[in-house]
C-alpha cells in the first residue's frame, strides 16, 4: 500500500511541476506576442510619421505589418486555446491523484473555490469561510484569448484607416496640383 501512496505522490509533484512549466510557457508566449505586435505598431507608426516615404510606401509597408500582425495574432490565439488544454489537463490530473490519495485537496478546493464559485470553509484559518466574486470565476485563459482577436480587430482598422487616408491625401494632393496647374494656365 506504501508503494501505491509513494507512486501517487510521485505522479503528483510530476503533475505539479508540469502545471508550473506550461503556466510558465503560457505567459512568455504572451509576451513574446505582445512585443512581437508592440514592434509592428512601432513599424506603422514610423513609416506613417515619416514625411520622406511615398504614400505608395506607406500603404505597401502598413498592408504588410498588418497581414502579419493579423496571422501572429490567430497563431496567438491556437496557442493560447492549446495552452490552455494542458493547463486544464494538468488541473484535473491533480484533482484526480487529490482523490486517490485522500489526504490533500489543494487543486479541488482551487477549482471548486476559483472556477466554479463555490464557498469554502476553513476551519483554522482567520475568517474560516472564502468566497470568490463572480467576475473572478473567469478564467484567466478566457480573458487571454480576447486578446488576439482584438488584435486582429486593431490590425484591421489600422490597415484601413491608412489606406484610406492615404489614398484621400494622394487625390487631393493631385486635385490640389490639377488646380494649380490649371489657374497657371489660366493667367493671361
Known amino acids: ?11 503528483y509533484k510530476a503533475n505539479v511541476d508540469l502545471w508550473k512549466h506550461d503556466d510558465d510557457l503560457r505567459q512568455k508566449r504572451t509576451a513574446t506576442f505582445l512585443t512581437v505586435n508592440l514592434f509592428l505598431f512601432g513599424i506603422v507608426a514610423f513609416v506613417v510619421k515619416e514625411a520622406a516615404i511615398a504614400k505608395a510606401g506607406i500603404v505597401v ?8 500582425g493579423v496571422l501572429t495574432s490567430a497563431i496567438w490565439l491556437v496557442i493560447l486555446l492549446r495552452s490552455h488544454q494542458y493547463l486544464s489537463f494538468r488541473r484535473r ?7 486517490k490519495l485522500g489526504t490533500v485537496n489543494t487543486f479541488t478546493n482551487q477549482y471548486r473555490a476559483i472556477t466554479r464559485g463555490e464557498p ?10 472564502f ?8 478564467s484567466s485563459s478566457t480573458l487571454e484569448a480576447l486578446l488576439p482577436p482584438a ?3 486593431i490590425w484591421i482598422a ?8 492615404a489614398d484621400y491625401s494622394a487625390n487631393k494632393k493631385q486635385s490640389a496640383q490639377q ?10
Open 158 to 165: 489600422i490597415a484601413s484607416f491608412v489606406i484610406a487616408t
Open 179 to 188: 488646380q494649380n496647374t490649371t489657374a497657371t494656365q489660366s493667367k493671361p
Open 1 to 11: 500500500m506504501s508503494s501505491d501512496v509513494d507512486l501517487l505522490l510521485a505522479e
Open 61 to 68: 509597408a502598413t498592408f504588410f505589418a498588418g497581414a502579419f
Open 151 to 153: 488584435m486582429i480587430f
Open 120 to 129: 469554502l470553509q476553513f476551519l483554522h484559518s482567520e475568517g474560516g469561510s
Open 131 to 138: 468566497k470568490v466574486p463572480w467576475i473572478a470565476t473567469i
Open 93 to 99: 490530473q491533480l484533482a484526480e491523484i487529490e482523490a
